[in-house]
Nanobody, 114 residues
Framework: QVRVVESGGGLVQAGGSLRLSCAVS????????MGWYRQAPGKQRDLVAV???????NYADSVKGRFTISRGNAKNTVYLQMNGLKPEDTAVYYC????????WGKGTLVTVSS
């Protein structure tokens, strides 16, 4: 059974930083990409950042220059360093891992106060 578990969310003031972590366990096979998505209340789930097996990255325009995605040494972990947080970054952040199919975590809430 594959498990995707996020951690690191919380409440932070505008301008602050948080680091999200995601760990994938179980028989997932070869992971092609891992990524972070977010969903604000009443809105659709949107891409935040993804990292591929070759460590190439892609970011949403709204977070470029502020957020950094990286892999852990074990390659089944991924992090999202979030700096310069804004109230509009408030959302549930979900981790995704893609092999033959997509696997999702249950999400971690990030709240940015103004």
């Amino acid at each position: 059974q594959v498990r995707v578990v996020e951690s690191g969310g919380g409440l932070v003031q505008a301008g602050g930083s948080l680091r999200l972590s995601c760990a994938v366990s179980g028989s997932i096979g070869s992971i092609n990409t891992m990524g972070w998505y977010r969903q604000a209340p009443g809105k659709q789930r949107d891409l935040v950042a993804v990292i591929s097996r070759d460590d190439s990255t892609n970011y949403a325009d709204s977070v470029k220059g502020r957020f950094t995605i990286s892999r852990g040494n074990a390659k089944n972990t991924v992090y999202l360093q979030m700096n310069g947080l804004k109230p509009e970054d408030t959302a549930v952040y979900y981790c995704s891992a893609r092999s033959l199919r997509d696997y999702w975590g249950k999400g971690t809430l990030v709240t940015v106060s103004s």
